[in-house]
T-cell receptor, first 111, second 115 residues
Framework: DAKTTQPPSMDCAEGRAANLPCNHS???????VYWYRQIHSQGPQYIIH???NNETNEMASLIITEDRKSSTLILPHATLRDTAVYYC????????????FGKGTRLSVIA | DVKVTQSSRYLVKRTGEKVFLECVQD?????MFWYRQDPGLGLRLIYF???????EKGDIPEGYSVSREKKERFSLILESASTNQTSMYLC??????????????FGDGTRLSIL
C-alpha cells in the first residue's frame, strides 16, 4: 500500500504557483520523499526528491515539514503543460525496491 | 537521455491468446519493472527484475510472467489473456546505486485491449 495521502484533484491558474500537498505521517527516518508526474499518454516522469531539507531544481521546489510528516511540491509558475497527475512517494534512497504509487493528485492548470 | 522503449503503443488481442509485451532500455540499467495502470487504481507493480535472469513478484503477478534474458530487455507475458487484463502497461528501468538517488525512467506505455 502507498504510504502517502494526496488530494485527488486540484486546479491552478496559469502563471500562478501550484502547491501540491502530501501527507506521509508514517515515514521512517531513512525514507525519502519522491515526486513524479504523469502527463496524459506518457509514462511517469521524475521531478524531485528530498529527505528533510527543502530542495529546489529547475522543475520544482519541495518543502518538507520539520516533523517530516508532510510535504508540499511547488511549481512556481504553472503552465498548461504542467497539467498532469502528480505522485508523492516515500521510500529508501537506493537499492532494488520498487516505487509504490498511490492515486496521486490530478492537477489541472487553467488558462 | 535515458530511453525506455515499449514495442507497441496500442495492442488488441483476443481472450485466451498468449501476449508478449516487450520493453528495451538503452542505458545499461540493472533494474527493470512492469506496472499496470487502471483508472482509480493508480500504478500497480506486476513484476520486477534486479538484473539479468532475476525476477521478483510485485503486488499483482497473477496471470503474468516475465523474462529477462538480456540486460536491456524485459518482457511481460500474459499466458492466457483475459478481459480483466485490459489496461495500460508501463515499463520502467533504473540503474542500481547505493547511497545515491537513481530515479526510475518510464516508457510511454502500451494500451492493451483484450476482446
Amino acid at each position: 500500500d502507498a504510504k502517502t495521502t494526496q488530494p485527488p484533484s486540484m486546479d491552478c491558474a496559469e502563471g500562478r504557483a501550484a502547491n501540491l500537498p502530501c501527507n506521509h505521517s508514517t515515514i521512517s527516518g531513512n525514507e525519502y520523499v519522491y515526486w513524479y508526474r504523469q502527463i496524459h499518454s506518457q509514462g511517469p516522469q521524475y521531478i524531485i526528491h528530498g529527505l528533510k531539507n527543502n530542495e529546489t531544481n529547475e522543475m520544482a521546489s519541495l518543502i518538507i515539514t520539520e516533523d517530516r510528516k508532510s510535504s508540499t511540491l511547488i511549481l512556481p509558475h504553472a503552465t498548461l503543460r504542467d497539467t498532469a497527475v502528480y505522485y508523492c512517494i516515500v521510500r529508501v534512497l537506493s537499492g532494488n525496491t520498487p516505487l509504490v504509487f498511490g492515486k496521486g493528485t490530478r492537477l489541472s492548470v487553467i488558462a | 537521455d535515458v530511453k525506455v522503449t515499449q514495442s507497441s503503443r496500442y495492442l488488441v488481442k483476443r481472450t485466451g491468446e498468449k501476449v508478449f509485451l516487450e520493453c528495451v532500455q538503452d542505458m545499461d540499467h540493472e533494474n527493470m519493472f512492469w506496472y499496470r495502470q487502471d483508472p482509480g487504481l493508480g500504478l500497480r507493480l506486476i513484476y520486477f527484475s534486479y538484473d539479468v535472469k532475476m525476477k521478483e513478484k510485485g503486488d499483482i503477478p497473477e496471470g503474468y510472467s516475465v523474462s529477462r534474458e538480456k540486460k536491456e530487455r524485459f518482457s511481460l507475458i500474459l499466458e492466457s489473456a483475459s478481459t480483466n487484463q485490459t489496461s495500460m502497461y508501463l515499463c520502467a528501468s533504473r540503474k542500481y546505486g547505493t547511497g545515491k538517488l537513481q530515479p526510475q525512467h518510464f516508457g510511454d506505455g502500451t494500451r492493451l485491449s483484450i476482446l
